[in-house]
């Protein structure tokens, strides 16, 4: 099985490929507003380092946010694109699912808990709260692509304006990492608990949606390509534009 995965629900532009639950070759950028024109070439760059033509994919899976509007957009309609075209399968994850998959991934030793967080502006966060159930088979195994786990969700996904209140209940029940863009505004009021964990070197990538990719497709939870949309959670509100020669 040959999956293309795309992560743009943030600032960070990742494209993967993987194959049999493997991540061949993983390509991103952080230059902002720049999804759009860095999206398809890195895909075209990935098939040609890897060898892989359009046609060998047997899936993709696009990260459904919430996130960005205009970074999910340009995600979920490249991805309808190549399922539409190819007639192959469309698979979402829930951008902070994937974001604390690939944290436990990539540290299968920690057993407590991971807070993903994503920058919604002001002192507003998405955010949700999550626990790995079965430690045993992600500490035999430190390669993202062959973790066999599931995520608990202890804390729904929502977009919240930080309070300690929010949070409390979870910290004093044992460690949580914070981690995303958003975690960093939640120190002066989190981080002064002792459970309070921030991973300043995280990145969200597209490879982190894998495992959890590979169980949707065996499940068969696939998407309409028709009807499928990001998961915005917040309105879109237009801004003036920024952008010289625009109005």
Known sequence: MTILLLETATAVCSVALARDGRVLAELH??????????????????FAQ?????????????????????????????????????SIPLLSVPTLQGMAAQYYAQHPDYHGMV???????????YTAIFEMENHSNAAANSQLST?????STLKPTS???????????YLNRGE????????????????????????????ISATGMLPIAMQRLQAGQLED?????PFYLKDFVAKKSVVRGLK
């Not at 340009?74 to 991805?79: E, K, P, T």
């Open 176 to 203: 949580v990492v914070l981690l995303g863009d958003g975690a960093e505004k939640t120190r002066s009021l989190l981080g002064i608990h002792p459970n309070a964990r921030y991973d300043t070197d995280f990145r």
């Open 147 to 151: 973790l066999n786990f599931q995520l």
């Open 115 to 125: 807070c993903p967080m994503i920058d919604a502006r002001r002192m507003e966060c």
């Open 29 to 46: 950028s952080d230059q902002p507003n720049a999804h759009s024109s860095r999206l398809p070439l890195f895909v075209q760059q990935l």
């Open 50 to 86: 890897c060898g892989i033509t359009p046609s060998q994919l047997d899936a993709v899976c696009v990260s459904s946010g919430p996130g960005s509007y205009t970074g999910l957009r340009i995600g979920v309609s490249s991805a309808k694109g190549f399922c539409y075209a190819l």
């Open 159 to 169: 977009a919240d304006i930080i309070a300690p209140c929010i949070y409390d209940d």
């Open 225 to 229: 390509v028709a009807y499928f949309e």
